[in-house]
């Protein structure tokens, strides 16, 4: 297939990806960003370059990632759950303190927990929003869509929630059928609102470890794909023209196929330093039933290289991921700090950004 000559906008570029067709400039995403730290330090960097990091960042992604603002502010996490700052020397994060269904297996206290309610968001408003973000549709709009399994994980605590798999199945059904039914009918509402605007959906659940599945794929097929596929269902019914994205870490090459049959049309992370993720392989596997976004690995490749190896490695990964489209190219989740700057800039010039 011809590479196209014509310039192409972000937002077409990432069309063009998504229907596996080549583009001139791979689409490129700053996926989860550097964190906050991190980005102080990109900051620094390029100003003494003469250049704003804010800016930068925003000119050189081709996705914008907005969602409708709640009516009522919530106090806290919408789940309940509540968090404490925690430092780990170079910055600090929000761990959860609590675990609201710890111990709690029974349905009628599953059913009788104050589940968020998914009308206390802006959605007539989302439109107007989505224009000012994003005026013209001059790149391509991400929303979040729901990540029912690791949202259990946090109300129970993610070793419970584990065990309750194969203890509790029932239980985690239960819960699960709650978390997911919030997230339907977000997504009839934003994407009723605001279908037209809106290219990729982004789903969520973290199913594999650095060496293989965090369970096994009859427990993902029989508890966890119902769950995703009445996500992708409501996503393609509501807005057919609408992608759903999934993101994963992790070895996830042996569940892919349940999740193209759960209806993904895109696996986000690619992270490929794990077990069997070998970009070549994905590609021939999995190529034409879906599209990847992410594989410049913030494991090893961005903090441990040099620059002129990060620049052969995202030039590898185009060549291979974007043979002829469905390609997003992206960090494989947030850039942390400690990462040399000059190999995010690297990154940057491979992708044709600088």
Same mark, same amino acid.
């Given at each position: ?5 014509c ?10 990806g998504l ?18 730290e991190?980005?102080a ?16 960042r925003?000119?050189?992604? +081709?996705?914008?990632r ?9 106090t ?11 430092d ?8 959860f303190?609590? =675990?609201?269904l710890?111990g709690?297996?029974?349905p009628a ?8 309610d ?7 408003? =989302? ?6 973000v994003n005026?013209?549709h001059?790149r ?10 690791e949202?259990y994980?946090?109300?129970?605590g993610?070793?419970?929630?584990m ?8 239980a985690v059904? *239960?819960?699960?059928?709650h978390?997911t039914? =919030?997230?339907?009918? *977000?997504?009839?509402r934003?994407?009723?609102a605001?279908?037209?605007?809106? +290219?990729l959906v982004?789903?969520? +659940?973290?199913?594999g ?14 508890i966890l794909?119902?769950?995703h596929? *009445?996500l ?20 996830v =090459? ?20 794990a077990?069997g ?9 999995f ?8 594989g410049?690995?913030v ?7 040099d620059?002129a ?5 995202c ?6 991921f974007g ?11 947030a850039?942390?700090?400690?990462t040399?700057?000059e190999n ?9 950004r600088?």
């Open positions: 297939m011809a590479t196209p000559s310039p192409q906008t972000p937002h077409e570029r990432v069309l063009a229907a596996h067709q080549a583009t001139a400039q791979i689409p490129f995403s700053w996926g989860f960003g550097p964190t906050g991190m980005a330090v990109l900051q620094q960097y390029y100003a003494g370059q003469g250049l704003e990091w804010g800016t930068l925003r000119e050189t992604d +081709d996705l914008v907005p969602s409708p603002k709640p009516l009522a502010a919530p806290g996490n919408i789940w309940g759950i509540r968090t404490k700052r925690t780990y020397g170079a910055g600090s994060y929000n761990e303190c609590d =675990f609201p710890a709690v297996t029974e206290a599953l059913d009788a927990y104050p589940w968020p998914p009308a206390n968001y802006d959605d007539a408003g =989302f439109p107007e929003l989505l224009a000012a005026p013209g001059y391509a709009v991400m929303v979040p869509g729901g990540n029912p399994f949202i994980c946090w109300l129970a993610l070793e419970e929630a065990v309750n798999l194969a203890l509790a199945p029932e059904e *239960r819960a699960l059928d978390i039914s =919030f997230f339907e009918e *977000r997504l009839r934003v994407l009723t605001a279908g037209d605007s809106i +290219d982004f789903l969520a +659940d973290d199913l470890s650095q060496s293989g599945l965090l369970l096994s794929n009859d427990m993902y097929r029989a794909q119902p769950c596929r *009445r992708t269902e409501t996503i393609h019914r509501t807005a057919p023209h609408v992608k759903a994205a999934f993101h994963s870490d992790g070895a =090459f042996d569940v892919i196929p349940h999740l193209i049959d759960a209806g993904i049309d895109v696996l986000e992370a690619v992270q490929v330093d077990a993720m070998d970009p070549a392989r994905l590609k021939r596997e190529g034409r039933d879906l599209c990847f976004h992410g410049i690995s494991q090893q490749l961005l903090p441990h290289s620059p190896t990060v620049e052969r490695e030039q590898r990964l185009v060549g291979i043979e002829d489209g469905g390609y997003i190219a992206a960090p494989t989740h850039v942390q700090v400690g040399p700057p995010v800039d690297a990154m940057l010039r491979a992708l044709g600088r």
